[in-house]
Each structure stands twice: as C-alpha cells, then as structure tokens.
C-alpha cells in the first residue's frame, strides 16, 4: 500500500539502525508517547534494533489505557438504560470496569454497537429517531476533530436523541507531569506524529524549551521510527534541545487550523483524572456550554461511581516511563489481555498488552 | 486509537452539508470525511483516522527520508572506496 509498504522496508531501517549506532557515544532514554507507536515498536522489534545503552521506554499515549475506571462504569451505566443505543469504538468493549465489560452487556441484552466513525454513530441517531443514541467520545488530539464534527452536525441537524460520553484527553499536560515527576529519567520525546497532524507542534516548542528536552514528531512505521530515534539521538549528542518534525509528510508546525477551529467551538479544556496516573490539571476536553444538550452526562443520571484499582498493578509506573511491563510481577501471569489488572493491559496499545502480544512474556519465563 | 492510515482520493461529493469522499485503502474503499482538507482532489492520498481526514499527504515530503538514506549511502562510497 503506498505510504505504508516504502516505510517498512528493512534495508532502509537496518541503515537508519546503523547511523544511530554511529550517533549514538553512551546511553541515552527515550520515550515514545504515543501508544501506536509503542504497538509499531514492539511488533516490529525497533527496540532491539536499537544499540544497547539507547533504551525505548513507553508513555502513557493509549486514550483507552487511561480511561478512567469510573467513566468506563459510567457508560456502562448509561448502555443498560432501556432503549438506549450506545455506540463505541471497538477497543474500548473489552475495557473492563468494575462489573465486566461492553460486551458482557451486550451479551446481556444491551444494544451496545461497535462504529467505525462517530459520524456513523450520527447517522445511527437519525436512522432511529425514537432511540437515545450515546456515542463513548475518548481519545487524544487526533480524535477531537471527528468528534467535535459529530457532535456539531448532531446539533446543526437537530438529532436531539444525539448524545455524547466525553472522556478527551490532552498529551502536552501529560509529558510536563511526566518531566515533573521526582525520579524522571526520560531524556527526550518521540513526539505523537498523529496528535501533531491536528495541532501542530508550538506546544512541544513552548514545552521543549522550558525543560530542556529535545522532541522529535515522529511517525508509527519502522522507518520513521527509526528516523526519530536517529535525530532524538543527535540532538542529545550534540547538546541541543528543540522540536524537530521527522513527520513532514503530514504534520505542520500550524496543524490543521480547519481541525483546530472546529475542536475549539465545540468542546473547552478541563481538569482531567488519568487511570494509573490520577488528575492532571488542563488535560482534558469537555463539551461546552452551548453543546450540553449533546452530553450523555447531563442526559442520563449517573450517581458517583466508587471504584477501587488492583494493588498490584504498577502501571501508573509504566505509563510515566519509570518501570516496564517486566518489571511487573503480574505481567503475563495474574495479568493477561484476558484477565487485566491494569490500564495498559487493557487495550492492544498499552505497553503490557504489546508485549504480551508480541511473546515478550515467553522471554522473561525462559529466563527465570 | 491514534492510528491514521493512508489512502486515495477517488471521489468527493457533498453530503449532509460536509465534504465526504470515497477513499481507497488498498483495495478497501470508505466513506470518508473531508471536510477538513477542502482542497483536496482526486488521486491524491490523505491520512485517515476513524472516518475522517486529518491531513493531505505530501508526496516531496514523503521521499525526503529516503533521499536522505541515498545521500548516506553515496557518503559512505565516498569514504571507504569498495576494494
Ligand atoms: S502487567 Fe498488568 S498488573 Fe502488571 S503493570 Fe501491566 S497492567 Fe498492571
């Protein structure tokens, strides 16, 4: 497939692998944000392409991973009122909250449907009338604007059986608590190409310059990867700390201003609570004032939901970068995308889910 | 969740007030939302993500990487001359 296949090719990432063994003169940390990219890493193994001494390590860029328990009891509560409609992307079914998950209710009678697209979930409202429709809003910077247009034509097209469950999170917010946290280790950022696409990179200039930390917009196939941990590299090497875009195909330091415009119109910056890192001030998206009429939350009663997390689960840890997935003593035992513990067992893009995906459990038992 | 994929423009037509499009992914094809890149034509490729376009591909763009490799490539026969 064009655009994809050209990036996948080995003999161009086994060069890039090589220029970051020249570049690279001592250890150095980084992380990647996002969890597409943390999938992409582990699949194809970049990290062990990697020189020893340059050490990947994976941020809390999964939308479905930090999903709060209580929001996700929260749509659970809303999908079992009669006659409701609740329509979510596919990976957040299996998310499990503090009585199973989606597809349990589902196979209780529930009409709980999987969409591609939130305007689907639109038309869905329109199709039946007569029906609440609830579409689960979650994710970053890159699903703000499909979500923002569907909640804007629900409106323009009066589908007042139209609603939205809004769980927006904001990655800027996240890698500043990352740097802030005592103990921090990370050195510079792979930054989440795809969140950039919609907001550009200012912000990433803003937050590379106020702590010293270089951030390369870098993109999800193994050659861009590759290229991203190449300047990453270099720019440690050298000293230097600023933003550079090793995603030019798509991304602009403006984004897309259509994109920027839309989000901003529909939804407004909050507080936000992440799962396995708590709240984190100016982290998320809500709805505004004038599109309340469109939030699942002010529609359906849902009373405060107490939820309790499993002690043993160190994946607030994972997600700021401090440990891995190995250094959990539940990874791949108590602890499997059948029977998670934890946030970033949940969905394929947290880091325990990929490398259990990817057999790096069957490692750590060969070795002990 | 953040996954965006590529694909080709093959058409574009108005629906519901938004710009929408018929977008082939490899032999795939879907509705898409491109409201967002207005100034898209077709046979060109956009990254999509759940339904709806973010971006138009930038085709120079899109080579720099591998222009760089070559680059490398014909640096290191400069350096060390094949024996
Ligand atoms: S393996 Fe499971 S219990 Fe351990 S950190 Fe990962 S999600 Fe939590």
Known sequence: MKHVDEFRDGQAARKLAAAIARAATRPWTLMEVCGGQTHSIVRYGIDQLLPGGVELVHGPGCPVCVTPLETIDRAHAIASHPGVIFCSFGDMLRVPGSRGDLLQLKAQGADVRIVYSPLDAVNLAAANPDRPVVFFAIGFETTAPPNAMAVWIAKKRKLANFSVLVSHVLVPPAIAAILDAPGNRVQAFLGPGHVCTVVGYEDYEKLSAQYRVPIVVTGFEPVDLLEGVLLAIRQLEQGRAEVENAYARVVDRQGNPHSLKLVNEVFEVCDRKWRGIGLIPSSGLRLRPEYRDHDAEQIFEVDDIETCESSVCISGEILRGLKKPHDCPAFGRECTPHSPLGATMVSSEGACAAYYAHGRHLELVALT | ?83
């Not at chain 2, 519901?16 to 509705?31: E, I, N, P, Y």
């Open chain 2, 1 to 83: 969740m953040c996954l965006a994929v590529p694909g080709r423009v093959v058409e574009t037509y108005r629906e519901h007030d938004l710009l929408m499009g018929k977008v082939d992914f490899g032999g795939v094809s879907r509705r898409v939302c491109l409201e967002h890149v207005p100034e898209v034509r077709p046979d060109e490729y956009v990254l999509v993500h759940v339904g709806f376009a973010l971006s138009r591909i930038d085709e120079d763009e899109a080579r720099r990487v591998f222009a760089i490799l070559e680059e490398m490539d014909q640096l290191e026969e400069l350096q060390e001359p094949s024996s």
